[in-house]
Every structure is written in C-alpha cells, then in structure tokens.
C-alpha cells in the first residue's frame, strides 16, 4: 500500500483514571457477552455470530479509516467478503486432520475471502493505494474471523478459544498496566508513544499466566510448558497486533478507528491484538492436532 496522508507523532499522554474506569465498565459489558459465545453456547453459531457482527463493525471503521469516497460501498463489499466466508467455515468438519464429508468448507471459505478481496479493490474508486486500502481490509479481517469459527469447532474448541480470549486480554492489560505504573524506556515511539518496554515484558508475564491458568483448570491435550510457551507467543502476537494497528492508523491518519467502545475508541482498538493472536493460537492448535493425529 502506498504512503497516505500520515499523521504526525503523537505526544505520550498521562495515566488517566477515568479512562482506566470506562475500560472496566466496557470490560463488563462486552467479556460476559464473549464467554457466552466461546463456553456456554454449544453449537458454534455464538462465535459465527459473534465474527459475522465484528466483521459488519470492521468493515465500516476500515472503510472510514482507507476511504475518502464510496464509503458505504467499500463497507458493504468488506462486510460480505468477510461474512459469506466465516459463515462457509462453520459448516462441515472443522478438523482438517480427519476430514469429512464438508471438509471443503474451510478451503472454501479461504477461497471466498479472496474473491472478496478482489471485489473490495473494484469497488474503491479513486487512487491506486485507495484500492489496495480496500483489499486490504479484508486479507486483515477475513482470515482471523475464519481462523475464530474453526478453532471454536475443532475437539476442545471452547477450552482452545477461551485460552486465545483470556491470553489476549491478559496480555492486552498486563501491558497498560505495568506500562503506566512503571514507565521507563518506549517500546516504539515513532508509532505509539505510550508503549513502554515494562508494558511489554508485563503483557508477555500476564499473558503467559492465562494461559497456564486456563490450562489448569481445563483437561487440555498441553504440557504445562506448551500451555506457558503458548501464552508468550499469543501475548507476543497480541502486542505486535496492537503496534499494527498503530502503524495503520498513522499511515491514515486518525487517533482511533472508531468511538464505538468507551475507553478503548472502536471495536479495531478493542481487538487489533486478538486479530493477530489468533493466527497464532490456530496455527498451534493445528501442530497439537498433527501431533495427536501420528
């Protein structure tokens, strides 16, 4: 993607109680909701559902982040480009280790969002890089949406995806925390001038503790050592996912990509981390699978 209007660096700014307040209220609203998708509904349409309406809210705050004309155009083309593939990838056998009658789903479902992709850069009139943005949006939502519905089918789905969720918001606060109590040396000031390196190793250590966590309380096919190792690198995917998002939004120059949520700004600022984390987590959960399957 081309160079579009960047935005200038921004000044690192205070510890704000009241904004620490709106996440925990936020926190409260949007984490029951979730565990009711992952744990207690049983059927897998929770998550779908879950994607198919974080999908429609990406797509519009993409749209309006990338795109200065044909908004709601690029917002529908990204939306459906996202959806029709997610919901694809819930029918048939999740497990591609034993395949099954609908294993086509998945393929298929990888195969949709990139038409999709293809479709979103037509529907983006205007400059060459404002295409590629459009493209873009969906390569950067449509595969962790599918990767979400297929770790959430797979045998110990819900004990697998309640870990990606408990390691990523661990992470996601473990950082903020130790970051603004302790402060020290920035991570990377060019593109987020509040990350710090305490923030970082504080969300690897409490991702890490997730993940063990989770471990412990579920009879999951891990050793403690791969439950601990699997926190590291979902906590590491979660951080890299939230300096992304950082680069993003400088490159289009906006503070946040929506004010959706109170406390975090849009629902992109929410999971930048988790989009990125569970590519990850999905990845393992296939090496588990191939282990157990020989």
Known sequence: MAEARPMPTPPAKP?????????????????????????????GWGVVAMASIA???????????????????????IALAVVIPVVAAHFGNHDPITGGRDA???????????????????????ARERRADAAYGVIYIAPPCIALVWLRGTN?????????FMTTW?????????????????LWPRFSPNKT???????????????????GLNDMTL?????????LLGALATMAGDLWESVLKRRFGVKDSGDLIPGHG?????????????????????????????
């Open 156 to 164: 110990e789905g819900p004990h697998w995806t309640l870990l990606l």
């Open 104 to 126: 086509w789903a998945l393929p298929a479902a990888w195969g949709l969002a990139a038409l999709g992709a293809a479709i979103a850069a037509l529907a983006a009139k205007g």
């Open 55 to 77: 999908a429609c809210v990406l797509a519009y705050e993409w749209a309006v982040m990338s795109t200065d004309h044909g908004r709601k155009r690029v917002m529908t083309v």
């Open 15 to 43: 510890f704000n109680w009241k904004n620490l307040g709106a996440r925990v209220a936020s926190g409260f609203v949007l984490v029951p909701a979730v565990l009711f998708c992952i744990w207690w509904e049983r059927t």
């Open 266 to 294: 849009g629902l992109l600022d929410r999971v930048d981390g988790l989009l990125f984390a569970v590519i990850v987590v999905c990845a393992a959960r296939l090496i588990v699978l191939v282990g157990w399957a020989r």
């Open 170 to 186: 661990f992470a996601d606060t473990g950082a903020y925390a130790f970051g603004n109590i302790l402060k020290g040396p920035k």
């Open 197 to 215: 390196w305490a923030g970082f190793f504080g969300g690897l250590l409490c991702g890490a503790i997730a993940a063990v966590t989770v471990w």
């Open 223 to 231: 050793s403690f050592g791969a439950a601990a190792l699997m926190g």
